[in-house]
């Protein structure tokens, strides 16, 4: 199991921008797709943003052109620019490796006012 930890969540205002963190110890995460899920209240946790081991990006249709996801392999972490944030941004988001089975982290919660 890679054990990932988020971070950089917050209370911002719409239009407001926030970046997350994503890190692991004892793993190196270079060797990984990566990506970054959210769960609103009451709904089911999806993915908004994904990168592969080699640096290629796919995003969730309403978070293309805002959020943009990055690795810095030598800090062994991953990153997610998100900027224009508006209300329906509101969740927990969380970190996990793409395609290989690993536990959830507790992820870190975003609230976005209007």
């Known amino acids: 199991q890679v054990q990932l930890v988020e971070s950089g969540g917050g209370s911002v205002q719409a239009g407001g921008s926030l970046r997350l963190s994503c890190s692991a110890s004892?793993?190196?995460?270079?060797?990984?797709?990566m990506g970054w899920y959210r769960q609103a209240p009451g709904k089911r946790r999806v993915m908004v943003a994904e990168?592969?081991?080699?640096?290629?990006?796919k995003y969730e249709d309403s978070v293309k052109g805002r959020f943009t996801i990055s690795r810095d392999n030598a800090k062994n972490t991953v990153y997610l620019q998100m900027n224009s944030l508006n209300a329906e941004d509101t969740a927990v988001y969380y970190c996990?490796?793409?395609?290989?089975?690993?536990?959830w982290g507790q992820g870190t919660q975003v609230t976005v006012s209007s």
């Open positions: 996990n490796l793409r395609y290989t089975a690993n536990a």
């Open positions: 990168i592969t081991a080699g640096g290629s990006t």
């Open positions: 004892g793993s190196i995460l270079s060797i990984y797709a």
